[in-house]
Nanobody
Framework: QVQLVESGGGLVQAGGSLRLSCAAS????????MAWFRQAPGNEREFVAA????????LYADSVKGRFTISRDNAENTVPLQMSSLKPEDTAVYYC????????????????WGQGIQVTVSS
């Protein structure tokens, strides 16, 4: 059974940095794509970034390109999301997600989800 557990959220001032991590367990993820989504109050859950586990090819939403970096750690089986130059509009609950196969940017593409973690950016 796939389990995804997010950690590292919290409160940060605008312009600051925060590092989220997703601990993945339950199977070998070499054929999976791992992603981060976020959902602000009253908004739909939106794609943030994704990484293909087998070759580390990445994809970013335009809104975070150049500020966020997704990676994966084979030894720890984790998917960090390094967030820099944070803005108040980055405030949301951030979710880790996994799907078998290649990239997807819609929440319905992903079969497995973590419980989510709050990130709040103050102005």
């Amino acid at each position: 059974q796939v389990q995804l557990v997010e950690s590292g959220g919290g409160l940060v001032q605008a312009g600051g940095s925060l590092r989220l991590s997703c601990a993945a367990s339950g199977r070998t993820f070499s054929s999976y794509t791992m992603a981060w989504f976020r959902q602000a109050p009253g908004n739909e859950r939106e794609f943030v970034a994704a990484i293909r586990w087998r070759d580390s090819i990445v994809l970013y939403a335009d809104s975070v390109k150049g500020r966020f970096t997704i990676s994966r750690d084979n030894a720890e089986n984790t998917v960090p999301l390094q967030m820099s130059s944070l803005k108040p509009e980055d405030t949301a609950v951030y979710y880790c997600a996994a799907k078998f196969g290649g990239f997807g940017t819609y929440k319905t593409d992903y079969s497995y989800w973590g419980q989510g973690i709050q990130v709040t950016v103050s102005s």
